[in-house]
């Protein structure tokens, strides 16, 4: 893999997604394994309620920060598109607190296992060094249409 630097990629070419359901801001790590965001939380984002970014937004977050690590994949290694993906399942979700308006959080994502287009993680968002939810995660992507 070339030497890129990630915190200059558009979030945007990586991810199916468009505004206004972006909801995370730049990768920040990617490996193997881990990949991270970091998402400063807009107080017009649509997952914002009463000045605090919901809990809905949190796993969209999570979510979104998988889709990152395929786009990241898909684009820089094996050249090809942006795939669709879908939540699967969302378990063992624990919500700490919600991060307000304005502030940043950070996201890390465990990969456990990937099989046959599904993918298996543990992921916690964190605001300002305190855990704001932790969670499993399982995500299945659509193939490739021949």
């Known amino acids: 893999m070339e030497n890129i630097n990630l915190e200059s990629i558009d979030i945007h070419t990586l991810l199916p997604q468009q505004e206004p359901f972006v909801m995370v801001g730049r990768l920040t790590h990617y490996d193997d394994e881990n990949v991270e965001t970091t998402t400063t939380i807009a107080p017009d984002n649509i997952f914002v309620d009463n000045g ?16 990152a690590r395929i786009g990241f994949i898909n684009k820089y290694i094996l050249k090809k598109g942006v795939q669709i993906g879908v939540i699967g399942n969302v378990r063992k979700l624990k919500i700490n607190g919600h991060p ?9 994502v465990q990969i456990i296992e990937e099989l046959m287009g599904v993918t298996l993680a543990v992921a916690t968002v964190s605001c300002n060094g305190t855990l704001m939810a932790q969670s499993q995660i399982k995500l299945a992507v659509k193939e490739d249409e021949k």
Do not use: D, V
């Not at 809990?55 to 920060?65: D, K, L, R, V, Y």
């Not at 307000?100 to 890390?108: L, N, P, Q």
């Open 100 to 108: 307000k308006a304005g502030s940043t959080i950070t996201t890390h």
């Open 52 to 67: 605090e970014f919901s809990s809905a937004g949190m796993i969209e977050n999570i979510a979104q920060t998988c889709a």
